[in-house]
């Protein structure tokens, strides 16, 4: 596997803003010019899809901070990579900082596309154009069981073995990308801890994915315990004239399957307003409050109550199946915040915290 690493910047659209910005730092002496950095590309050989894949890895803050112990991270694997990569990896920034942190740091892996139908979709097309019947809609379709071998098998892998990994994975994708996600769900639920998929296209081949729920549930009963499934759904005013009714129909019968078993960590939320093109970016930060329900402390409680910041995170390991404990920076937090409010019982029950999870060297 040959691998090429590049790195990712971000760079401001708005022209006036750009040239203050250079101006500002031409005039400070000794001064240059900085580029933000928010990720690297890597590029992979797949010997499962037979060519070569593109793959945006962006770190979390900390991760190589050495003024504190190297930790390991969940892992978000971001399908449509080139489309949803830059804001995403913003977002998991903005609502993992502490010590308000919905959710810990992650490591997110955008996934760029090659042959998307193909990738995504679980079935072959037979579709034809309604303007031309002789035209095949989606002839390359039908691969996403090889993709997700591909992501299993050798994106999986490498990210673990070239990055300090946690043993806990989400899974995210848009329209085809939520439809890859649900099949994913109902075909390998062990592949991933939780899937979020954003307006799904549940209409694909005669609403294929919604037979294969109900087939599910007929064989296994209810699924798998600690999973969680996130799914939203756009308004798509474009309904209102004439456009296409599937996806909202499908979407719709999906919800109604899964709410009347009732065993899955489960949400759904419809936005008002929001079309296809635009529901992800609510969706996505919804989804990740939603999986991580349960993360956040109140700093504030911990004064009169240290013991409660591990009974918490048990709580929560204990429903995401998987093993979560305090973090270094948000400890650190803690017994600033202690410190500053001469809070000393509790600064102290923490600093023994601390040097329980990361002791010094």
């Not at 913003?90 to 596309?113: L, Q």
């Not at 709580?315 to 948000?330: C, D, L, M, R, V």
Request: charge should be neutral; aromatic fraction near 14%.
């Amino acid at each position: 596997m040959s691998i090429n690493t590049e790195k990712i910047h971000t760079m401001s659209s708005n022209l006036f803003k750009f040239l203050y910005i250079s101006l500002f730092l031409l005039s400070i002496p000794g001064k240059g010019q900085e580029k933000i950095v928010i990720g690297e590309k890597q590029n992979l050989f797949s010997k499962v899809l037979n060519e070569n894949r593109e793959i945006w890895v962006h770190l979390p803050k900390t991760y190589d901070d050495n003024t504190i112990n190297p930790a390991r991270y969940p892992v978000i694997y971001l399908l449509d990579g080139e489309i949803n990569f830059e804001y995403f990896s913003g977002m998991t920034d903005f609502i993992s900082r502490p010590p308000y942190a919905d959710i810990p740091e992650c490591i997110v892996v955008g996934i760029k596309n090659t042959e998307r139908t193909r990738d995504l979709t679980p079935t072959k097309s037979e579709k034809k154009s309604p303007v031309n019947p002789n035209v095949i809609l989606f002839a390359d379709s039908g691969g996403s069981e090889n993709f997700v071998k591909f992501m299993q098998e050798e994106v999986k892998p490498f990210i673990n073995k070239n990055y300090r990994t946690q043993d806990y994975s989400i899974l995210v994708g848009h329209s085809f990308g939520g439809l890859f996600a649900i099949n994913t769900f109902l075909s390998h639920p062990d592949y991933f801890n939780a899937y979020v998929a954003n307006d799904p296209s549940l209409w694909w081949d005669h609403k294929v994915t919604i037979s294969r729920t109900q087939q599910y549930l007929e064989k296994n009963k209810k699924f798998p315990a600690n999973t969680s499934l996130y799914v939203s759904q756009a308004d798509n005013e474009e309904q209102q004239k004439n456009w296409n009714s599937d996806m909202t129909q499908a979407i719709d019968e999906f919800k109604g399957i899964i709410e009347k078993n009732g065993s899955l960590n489960y949400k759904h939320s419809f936005f008002e307003g929001e079309t296809h093109g635009t529901v992800s970016y609510q969706g996505n930060y919804e989804a990740l409050k939603f999986i991580f329900k349960g993360f956040r402390t109140d700093i504030k409680q911990l004064a009169k109550d240290p013991q409660k910041l591990e009974d918490d995170y048990k709580k929560f390991s204990e429903k995401t199946g998987a093993g979560f404990i305090p973090s270094e920076p948000y400890l650190n937090v803690v017994l600033k915040f202690m410190k500053t409010n001469n809070f000393k019982e509790s600064e102290t029950y923490f600093m023994k915290m601390k040097n329980k999870y990361y002791p010094k060297k």
